[in-house]
């Protein structure tokens, strides 16, 4: 069993409009833009991250907003709901800040003894707020939110798979243990984590798979402090059958990647250089910053971009 998985790290998914997207998390949830790229792949494409002062792993929201791909169909094989941490007390808070932006799929439930708001985000993506007692990371604060309310980076989030029995295994051999289970879903959580703690795991064998488009998650990363932690994790998967691709530089971290059994796709991503390796921390996600072996196609990109604010 692994020891150097720290919970998430970024959940990545896929939008629409990158100016709705980026109103969105930054107006309506208070998150702070930590940084406006693009796609490694695809470079007329942003990649926008979403998260608190510096992006630190475990708050880190980002998205590949494509202008006109159509929606995701939910289903299996995907994660369901990402889930962000906020102070117990809050959610009547959280209730009337989103109700009075027009937010969609607003719902209030208890699971495993938290308090949740469900909601939607501009793609029809599944979020909720969990009441967290002394969530002890520190929140962003220069979106109108303030330091009593605001999110503290993620909590969890939930895969919904066919069968849960091989990425039970799987989290299992990742270091997860699970910690509860009700109503159908088992709960696993890190210990020693950095806040980002739990998976929640939603069997529905009678589901169709999932069809991916705007509102879907496109894969889920778990942290590791740092590259050889990372090799480390990359040996044991590949030793026990795992394919898994080569370290890619992403630039503000290093990532491998995996399809598991329920068909989520898995990152792992180291926690440095970060997200201020390119600009001070007053300025962070503010300029357009371009993968060096895109830097030639900029006067290109800055026409072609969606202006975001
Ligand atoms: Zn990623």
Redesign the pocket.
């Known amino acids: 069993m692994l020891n150097q998985i720290k919970g998430l790290h970024?959940v990545?998914s896929m939008a629409g409009s990158a100016s709705q997207n980026n109103k969105f998390f930054t107006d309506t949830l208070g998150l702070r833009r930590v940084k406006k790229t693009v796609n490694f792949d695809a470079p007329d494409v942003y990649h926008l991250y979403y998260g608190d002062e510096l992006g630190t792993p475990g708050s880190v929201m980002?998205y590949f907003p494509f202008p006109h791909i159509a929606k995701g169909r939910p289903g299996t094989g995907e994660v369901g709901t990402t889930v962000f941490s906020v102070p117990q007390g809050t959610l009547s808070y959280w209730s009337d800040r989103l109700g009075k932006a027009g937010v969609d799929g607003l719902k209030a439930d208890e699971a495993f003894g938290e308090k949740r708001l469900h909601f939607a985000g501009p793609d029809g993506d599944g979020f909720a707020l969990v009441e967290v007692k002394d969530d002890a990371r520190a929140a962003w604060t220069g979106n109108g939110v303030g330091a009593d309310e605001a999110i503290r980076g993620f909590h969890s989030a939930s895969l919904r798979l066919r069968d849960e029995g091989a990425t039970g295994e799987l989290l299992s051999f990742m270091g997860y243990e699970k910690v509860d289970e009700k109503d159908g879903v088992l709960r696993f959580g890190i210990p020693g984590g950095n806040g980002a703690d739990f998976i929640d795991v939603e069997t529905m064998p009678n589901i169709s798979g999932a069809r991916l488009g705007a509102g879907s998650v496109h894969?889920i990363?778990f942290a590791v402090e740092n590259r050889a932690k990372q090799l480390e994790v990359r040996k044991a998967l590949m030793d026990t059958g795992y394919q898994v691709t080569p370290v890619i530089d992403?630039d503000y971290f290093w990532?491998i990647y995996f399809r598991t059994p329920g068909g989520v796709l898995f990152?792992i991503?180291t926690n440095e250089p970060g997200f201020d390796r390119d600009e001070d921390t007053a300025h962070l996600g503010e300029a357009l910053k371009l993968p060096t072996q895109h830097e030639h196609l900029r006067k290109q990109l800055e026409e072609h971009l969606e202006p975001i604010a």
């Open positions: 970024h990545t980002t894969h990363a992403r990532a990152e991503a």
